[in-house]
């Protein structure tokens, strides 16, 4: 009687916690993406995040959400969002989230770095003295200059752009300094 019981509880306790599905990260995502067309890409995909964070190939992935969206474009669930609105943030948010789990070192080394590289820009932007863009720009041109600190962006931005000398810099350090603004 008594592990008939037990046995019910535990069923009852491993049913009704579920996994979590992973979210989208919200430094993923294109400038022009809402918030409400995110909510809907984690509804869809939360799960295939979820298994990319648990080693799902890229492409796999993307095959995968590429033909949820497809269905639920044609079907009319995708509350008014586009098919390429919503598959340019789950591939995004697929390829962080891919990249964060091949390269865990990579994010965890470099996070207090592109703080203290881009200290002023969080201050600047805690305190209202600029806006979210002109955050991100400054931010892009810190981590620059970072790298050669002869970067200036007025000069490099006005040649033609076969002729600009921007340096070399992994991706992901634009993503970790989008993360620490928007928190």
Not at 52 to 63: I, M, T
Not at 152 to 160: A, C, G, R, S
Not at 169 to 182: G, P, T, Y
């Amino acid at each position: 009687m008594k592990k008939s019981v037990v046995f019910i509880i535990l069923i009852a306790m491993f049913t009704s916690t579920g996994v979590k599905a992973a979210e989208v990260p919200r430094e993923s995502a294109p400038c022009n993406a809402t918030n409400e067309a995110i909510i809907v890409v984690e509804s869809f995909i939360g799960d295939i995040l979820t298994e990319v964070q648990n080693g799902l190939g890229y492409a796999d992935a993307r095959a995968k959400s590429n033909r949820i969206f497809f269905n639920a474009w044609l079907n009319g669930q995708t509350s008014g969002f586009s098919y390429g609105e919503l598959v340019d943030i789950a591939n995004n948010a697929i390829w962080q989230y891919r990249d964060m789990y091949l390269r865990p070192d990579f994010y965890a080394n470099n996070l207090e770095k592109v703080r203290v590289i881009i200290a002023s820009v969080i201050e600047d932007y805690k305190s209202g003295k600029i806006t979210y863009t002109e955050a991100e720009f400054n931010a892009r041109v810190k981590i620059y200059q970072s790298v050669n600190p002869n970067f200036n962006p007025d000069v490099e931005y006005m040649k033609d752009p076969i002729y600009r000398d921007i340096p070399s810099v992994d991706n992901s350090l634009f993503i970790l300094a989008r993360k620490l603004i928007l928190q």
